[in-house]
């Protein structure tokens, strides 16, 4: 049914999963409030898999390295392992 702008409306119950197509477009609703879109079967906006582990989160860029630290990319020497600070370089 249109509503007053002429947009087509529809109200789906939260408790099942609904899938809605138009054209090349199919947005799929699950039944714990995640969607998922699609644009000629390839996926636009995946459902987010919120039970995943998530990454560590990475340590403040500003703090100095500790004795055995990784040097992070864009470092001069990105990939080398910290030994502490240089006689030659300090």
Do not use: C
């Amino acid at each position: 049914m249109a509503n007053d702008n002429g947009k087509v409306q529809l109200i789906l119950d939260d408790a099942h999963e609904a899938v809605v197509v138009r054209g090349g477009i199919r947005v799929e609703f699950n039944a714990n409030g995640g969607i998922a879109v699609y644009q000629n079967d390839v996926p636009v906006y995946p459902a987010a898999n919120d039970s995943a582990p998530q990454p560590a989160a990475a340590p403040a860029t500003n703090a100095a390295p500790k004795k055995g630290d990784l040097m992070p990319a864009g470092h001069s020497h990105a990939g080398w392992i910290y030994g502490g600070i240089s006689k030659t370089n300090n």
